[in-house]
């Protein structure tokens, strides 16, 4: 089982739509949360991190974190086609002070 | 401020050839990470360096790749011999120092090897 999983994709959201992205992780003691954006060609770049249970909003992102659950998301409203990419969850676990990351979700918001 | 450097941008090489692609980290970061990125595993962590000294190796492939670190401002990643199996894109990420530091990637080499 990999240490972190996203919703395979590719998902494609009409624009001004609401994007939801999901990623679950295996390990418990994970501490700190991130999400990616990565264009095509291009390199990842950090866009949300969250380190507690809850919501944390950032302009038209939210992340979202659930421990107990193992899992993590992020909402983008009112999605425009430049926020087509892929998007990547890391995950910092309890043991390694390394990143994680999931295999990506691509997204694609049609005008 | 200049971001992460990695040189070169594009290498293409035979089979059997030695390929060393170069990273300049951002100046004052104290954590440096090579990643290997392909469609079929994703984004991979080879090797991380925490003051020049490093960590964790345990995702570099095999004996064909080694890491250098020799100054804060300096990293080299060497493949000998190159192999088809090779060909990915590889990135160089810094961070201020580890843990829950933003990683900051640079531009990636794209590797051909034929």
């Known amino acids: 089982q990999k240490e972190v999983e996203q919703n395979s994709g590719p998902l494609s959201v009409p624009e001004g739509a609401i994007a939801s992205l999901n990623c679950t992780y295996s390990d418990r003691v994970s501490q700190s949360f991130f999400w990616y954006r990565q264009y095509s060609g291009k390199s990842p770049e950090l866009i949300m991190s969250?380190?507690?249970?809850g919501d944390k909003e950032d302009g038209r992102f939210t992340a979202q974190l659930n421990k107990a659950s193992q899992y993590v998301s992020l909402l983008i409203r009112d999605s425009q086609p430049s926020d087509s990419a892929t998007y990547l969850c890391a995950v910092l676990s309890g043991s390694a002070r390394q990143l994680t990351f999931g295999s990506g979700t691509q997204l694609t918001v049609l005008p | 401020d200049a971001g992460v450097i990695q040189s070169p941008r594009h290498e293409v090489t035979e089979m059997g050839q030695e390929v060393t692609l170069r990273c300049k980290p951002i100046s004052g970061h104290n954590s440096l990470f090579w990643y290997r990125q392909t469609m079929m595993r994703g984004l991979e962590l080879l090797i991380y360096?925490?003051?020049?000294?490093?960590?964790?190796d345990s995702g570099m492939p095999e004996d064909r790749f080694s890491a250098k670190m020799p100054n804060a401002s300096f990293s080299t990643l060497k493949i000998q011999p190159s192999e088809p199996r090779d060909s990915a894109v590889y990135f160089c990420?810094?961070?201020?120092?580890?843990?829950?530091?933003?990683?900051?990637f640079g531009p990636g080499t794209r590797l051909t090897v034929l």
């Open positions: 969250i380190y507690s249970n």
């Open positions: 360096f925490n003051n020049n000294v490093p960590i964790d």
């Open positions: 990420a810094s961070s201020l120092q580890e843990g829950t530091d933003t990683q900051y």
